[in-house]
DNA sequence: GCACCTCGAGTTCA
DNA sequence: CTCGAGGTGC
């Protein structure tokens, strides 16, 4: 029996804890605390826990102390980034950061001041997008890939520098990125603690952060204290807070009144110049701060300017990160062994005595190529030095030729696929014999007067595989196709175990496996059987582009594929398509378009394609852009724009749904003429094209 | 013809 | 991440 009056007195407890536990979480927000509060805050936490699992009447859905929500799970769930999480481009001296904003002037013409920048520590950890929704905290995800992450929204919610409530709880959403991390002091001591379990330690934060966040049992996440430093907002919906997103130095200040942790050494600079002296001040702190880090990243502070210069490959202009140079150790190169691509590429890889660098133990490394080999002069036996570029890819940097003792042995490529056994052949470049082929070029002894770009031309670096049927080759190739489809059931293995029982023999039949005929296989269930049926079912839908790429065409990626179906449209378009009208395209010359002519002509590739579409592959439209006021015209760019640089000028014309060709033809809409306009301007002319001047094409774009 | 910028393709470990 | 190679501007 319980009294009114003893449930009054358990609810003040409840409520006392929960103000102390704010109390805490508000001074941790702003200062480093030792690790004695830590436990107080853990045992403050523990007794909340307590009353409220016996009296769950004073459980409240939004109150702090839910850092634990669940069980643990199967695996974690893969979800597709609302907005790309984007990589940094890398310097690393400062001759490389002055020449990273020249190359950005140059893309600025109409800027008339200097460019601010915004400073900041570059955390050793794991880039995290978090989802509030209502002030609430619904999702936290990890880069991934950038397109594609996973869901570790439980284990984020038991880290104390992550608001579960911000403290403005807007009507809206908002997606913060930024870097979880293990503070120096923590990884010491789960390492101590790791030593006498007999486990290996972590030997770096990053790994730290990445293998605590991995865990799937969010208790264990708990238990490794980890941090998260917001340093971004990707979107905010629902609330008008324009002027914090004018200057990436306003989201920091945004950040840090909703309650989240900021880098505290960040800050603004009125110019470039001024950012070595704040690297090198950060350089002479970088051993006494409480977590790592890895370098410096600056971003040009105006966010208008910012997106302005848009993205290159993976890496957005207006951000760089100096990053220090990478540890490095030793080892000896055991073996020379070949690994067979997609393409049949034949690429050696060194293989070496398990070797621990930057945090992880590393016992192979690509060579790329023969030529590189040859550069490195690297011979089986050699004591090599090793780094892991970006902490991630372990690269060969040197040979130690000190270290011979005369017993090394030279590598030679092999003569036969180590695959299927076929001829290795050293291939013309776009595998076509091209008719100014001057045959085979003797090793060591460079034609006189034949410059180095000639000599790529006729022959590849690299060696083939020219087996069309080689085994290696078609699974490398249903690994791709399976990614472009972003079919994320079907892994390396179990595509090749379906393929050595004969399930499928080709990428097409794919999509007619069924429960049953995955079910009775070893290691396979009803369930997980089911799972991969329903995957394939759901992801037969794909867009154009994302089609072209999955059928692997030579030189034919994504940012190709995004291009031709642009151009083209559809399928039928682009089957039919002339070899001039494939060349035309902007950033599309003669290898790609031989490529890409040639693919379409070939009867097995048609088969494959139709096989797809039988078998039930849904190509999606492309979509029209609903204010496509350039729908169906084609421009072509020629001369230099002064309010903007070509690049600039493209991506704004296919924003509106308008295409950009290299060549004028009498398909030509628009010819835009800068100044100095050469032989387009007087083709144009030739053949009655409409010619724009810059002022003309600006107005046009309002 | 050269210099530069992008893209494609292959890649490590936990 | 890295290197080679394709494409383009000067």
Same mark, same amino acid.
């Given at each position: ?58 459980? =409240? ?14 695996? /974690? ?57 209502? %002030? ?86 708990? +238990?490794?204290?980890?941090? &998260?430093?917001?340093? $971004? ?12 997103? $004018? ?12 309650? *989240? ?16 002296? *704040? ?23 105006? !966010? ?8 290159? #490959? ?16 030793? !080892? ?27 945090? @992880? ?9 023969? =030529? ?38 030279? /590598? ?17 470049? %776009?595998?076509?014999? @091209? ?17 180095? @770009? ?8 690299? &060696? ?16 791709? *196709? ?23 023999? =080709? ?52 940012? !190709? ?22 060349? +035309? ?24 394609? +139709?096989?797809?579409?039988?078998? #039930? ?64 301007? !007087? ?20």
């Amino acid at each position: 029996m319980q009294s009114s009056e003893n449930k009054k007195e358990i609810q003040k407890r409840v409520q006392k804890l929960r103000s102390e536990i704010a109390r805490l979480r508000e001074a941790y927000h702003t200062k480093n605390l030792p690790n004695v509060t830590d436990d107080i805050y853990d045992s403050l936490n523990k007794e909340l826990k307590n009353i409220l699992s016996k009296y769950p009447e004073f459980d =409240d859905q939004n109150s702090f102390e839910n850092r634990i929500a669940g069980k643990p799970l199967d695996k /974690f769930e893969k979800v597709k980034h609302e907005i790309k999480m984007f990589s940094i481009g890398n310097v690393f001296s400062d001759e490389e950061l002055f020449a990273w904003e020249k190359r950005n002037l140059k893309l600025l013409p109409g800027l008339n001041s200097n460019l601010e920048y915004f400073c900041e520590l570059k955390f050793d950890g794991l880039a995290i997008s978090l989802i509030y929704e209502n %002030g609430k905290f619904v999702r936290g995800v990890t880069r991934g890939d950038g397109n594609i992450g996973e869901d570790i929204t439980q284990n984020l919610k038991t880290i104390k520098s992550i608001p579960l409530i911000l403290k403005d709880p807007f009507p809206g959403r908002i997606e913060v990125r930024g870097e979880a991390i293990m503070k120096k002091e923590v990884l010491k001591r789960l390492n101590e603690k790791n030593e006498k379990e007999g486990k290996p330690p972590f030997a770096n934060s990053r790994n730290a952060a990445a293998g605590s966040l991995r865990q799937l049992d969010p208790n264990l996440t708990k +238990e490794r204290r980890l941090d &998260f430093f917001a340093y $971004e907002i990707a979107q905010i919906k629902g609330v008008e807070w324009e002027k914090y997103l $004018e200057k990436h130095s306003k989201k920091h200040e945004l950040l840090q009144k909703l309650g *989240f942790m900021v880098d505290e050494h960040a800050r603004k600079v009125s110019s470039l110049k001024e950012i070595p002296s *704040f690297i090198n001040k950060i350089s002479k702190i970088r051993d006494s701060l409480s977590f790592g880090i890895d370098g410096v990243v600056s971003n040009i502070d105006d !966010t208008k300017i910012f997106e302005s210069l848009g993205i290159i #490959g993976k890496d957005p202009r207006g951000i760089i990160a100096f990053k220090y140079p990478a540890e490095r150790a030793t !080892t000896i190169v055991k073996d020379i062994k070949i690994n067979v691509g997609r393409t049949g590429v034949l690429t050696p890889l060194a293989i070496f005595n398990p070797t621990s660098v930057a945090g @992880s133990t590393v016992s192979k490394a690509t060579l790329h190529n023969m =030529d590189q080999i040859e550069r490195l002069d690297l011979r089986i036996g050699d004591t090599i030095v090793i780094e892991k570029a970006g902490d991630v890819i372990p690269k060969v940097v040197e040979v130690l030729f000190n270290m011979r003792t005369g017993k090394e042995k030279k /590598f030679k490529m092999v003569l036969k696929c180590p695959a299927c056994g076929a001829e290795v052949e050293k291939r013309n470049i %776009g595998s076509f014999q @091209s008719s100014s082929s001057k045959g085979p070029r003797i090793p060591g002894a460079p034609n006189p007067g034949q410059t180095i @770009s000639h000599r790529t031309l006729e022959t590849s670096v690299a &060696f083939y595989c020219a087996n069309p049927k080689c085994g290696a080759k078609n699974e490398r190739y249903l690994e791709h *196709f399976v990614s472009a489809f972003e079919i994320y059931e079907l892994g390396p293995k179990i595509l090749r175990r379906f393929k050595d029982e004969g399930l499928i023999t =080709d990428a097409a039949d794919i999509f007619t496996l069924t429960k049953e005929d995955i079910a009775p296989l070893e290691r396979f269930g009803e369930k997980s059987a089911e799972n991969i049926v329903q995957e394939i079912k759901n992801k037969r839908k794909i867009s154009f582009s994302k089609f072209i790429w999955a059928l692997g065409i030579l030189h034919v990626g994504e940012e !190709t594929a995004r291009d031709l179906a642009t151009n083209f449209g559809t399928l039928e378009k682009l089957k039919k398509a002339k070899i001039e009208e494939i060349n +035309e395209i902007d950033n599309i010359g003669g290898a790609v378009s031989r490529s890409v002519y040639s693919f379409f002509k070939d009867k097995n590739n048609l088969n494959f394609i +139709e096989k797809l579409q039988k078998n #039930g592959v849904i190509i999606e439209k492309v979509e029209k852009k609903k204010n496509g006021k350039f729908n169906g015209l084609i421009f072509v760019l020629t001369g230099t724009l002064s309010q903007m640089s070509r690049e600039i000028a493209k991506e704004k014309i296919i924003s509106l749904g308008g295409k950009v060709a290299s060549s004028v033809s009498k398909n030509t809409s628009y010819v835009v003429a800068g100044e100095e306009a050469g032989s387009k301007l !007087t083709q144009a002319k030739k053949l009655g094209i409409k010619i724009l001047n810059e002022k003309e094409f600006l107005d046009m774009l309002q």
